[in-house]
């Protein structure tokens, strides 16, 4: 005997969202995403590392404002991404995913690197420590994460 206890539709969409955040998924796919109706699931596709810029030029002017931010987190030049990082401390899970796609620029002030590194929310270190940038000199000295503890 099966027993499910979600029914298609929802099977459906958390496989909709899974592809939507895979950093694996094809980049035409994550288009066809980013017109899906489920929010959240555009939402992942904005903070997907893979989304081609086109994609997120059309999510940057999306109706939705969290996949707007989101989006607007790849695509804002660094000189006014610290703006956009302070507003997306008090977003909860929208402004975990502004700071995740921040995280993932290679583009960082080695300060912006450094600070989240640092911070609340794990997935976010461990982007910014994932980011080839990282390493550079200063920078995980700056966030005061000369090496992990044991």
């Known amino acids: 005997m099966s027993r499910s206890y ?72 660094d000189v006014k991404l610290h703006d956009v990082l302070q507003t997306a401390r008090d977003e909860g899970d929208d402004g975990v995913l502004v700071r995740l796609r921040i995280a993932r620029r290679t583009d960082l002030p080695n300060g912006m690197l450094a600070e989240l590194a640092a911070d609340p929310d794990a997935a976010v270190v461990s982007a910014a420590r994932s980011n080839p940038r990282f390493t550079e000199p200063g920078v995980a000295a700056h966030a005061g994460l000369l090496h992990d503890p044991p």
């Not at 939507?20 to 980049?27: D, E, F």
């Not at 109706?37 to 903070?47: E, G, K, L």
Request: avoid cysteine; proline fraction near 14%; hydrophobic fraction near 40%.
């Open 6 to 77: 979600l029914k298609k539709e929802d099977e459906e969409a958390a496989l909709r969202k899974a592809v939507a955040a895979n950093p694996a998924s094809p980049q035409p796919v994550l288009g066809d995403l980013a017109g899906d109706p489920d929010p959240i699931v555009r939402r992942q596709v904005a903070a997907n590392p893979s989304t081609p810029p086109e994609v997120l030029t059309r999510l940057a002017r999306s109706d939705d404002q969290p996949t707007r931010a989101i989006a607007e987190a790849a695509t804002t030049p």
